[in-house]
């Protein structure tokens, strides 16, 4: 049995990489765990927000190919878990890990529910540039080798949910082997401290977007009028409030800049980062637009309020349907901010416990690996 495991990924090592692959359990189990950065191969100049490291991971940063090949050829004989795509950006290293017939594991962590092909073209067409076009080429041309041999099947895929293994990301052939394993938000749930930051208050999480200022909506040409923005929803939360007796904090976005001057946009509410999961379980219910957080609402059960202006619904298709299929599937319902009729319905607490663990199991996590942590699931798929 091979007994070193090397996680590689497009950027360096942080909380999330530690979580998904329950890194501190496997070198407590006698592994000798390897962690690759290879951005300054694949995206050149991308990271993340820094964690330290648990004591004897051996964290690797790549300079170029040449140091990428000879490490590999090296390590040969190791486990390699890929966490990203196999995609143009990443073909290297997937060509280099198949040119040395090296033990391959890809891990899809989580999906969610598809959008309609022409609400997708419609987003793309609107931001059509020559960057974008050129990019096309590149999957066309990468799709194509994708089907050589070049690029070698995975030999382990880890299926975090129903219908994760349908989604691609990687190569797979009848050859590859299929374990159960969490997605990063239910892994998370299993691991994570869970002490109440505010346990004498009664409140309701936003999950806020930062959308009038988030840089990917910049660069994609999507604009909002912060003025107009944070009027609405500050109107919204004054309104579920005084229904709910409560108060809405704020569960501030990981791109905010200037996190000090941030929270005077949400006239004086409480502004929390980087404590997402542990607020939505001790909250009474959720606000939201579209959000991947919201999958921790769905783990712990609590009522989903999503929202929307005719605004966000016009400048971002994309996110409106996501979130609209979201809402769908969890038999919740979309608030429209500038219908002031949808301010005097009855805010009720009550979920469709059934329409939620449907969904959990089809995009959150496996009913076979629910009750185990990831170390342990990831041992026995090599074991």
Known sequence: MLDKIIII???NYDQRIG???????????????EYWDVSNITIPGYSVKNCIPPEGLVNVKFENKKEFIGRVNKERHSYFIVYMNCCPKSFFCYRILSKFNCFQIYCVNGVLPAVSKITRYSQYIRILSLDNILQIFQKIIFSLLLNTKLIRPVNILLKTCDIASNKGGCKINDKTKVFPFNTLDFQQTLLQNNVDPFPNERYIVFLDQYLPFHPDNKMRGI?????DYFMQMNHFFNRIEEKLSCKV??????????????????NGRKVVYDNTMVLIKNSIATIAHFSTAVSYSVIFKKKIFFVFSEDMKNTSPLQYSMGNNISSMLKSRIIELNNKSNFDIDFDLDINLAAYDNYKHLYLVNRDSQNEQNGKLLIDSIS
């Open 249 to 266: 904090i704020i569960a501030g976005h990981p791109a905010v800049e200037d996190r000090q001057s941030y929270c005077t946009y949400f």
């Open 223 to 227: 604009n909002y009028d912060p003025s």
């Open 9 to 11: 990924s497009w950027s």
């Open 19 to 33: 979580d998904q692959f329950d890194v501190l359990y496997l070198i407590n189990n006698g592994y000798v765990v």
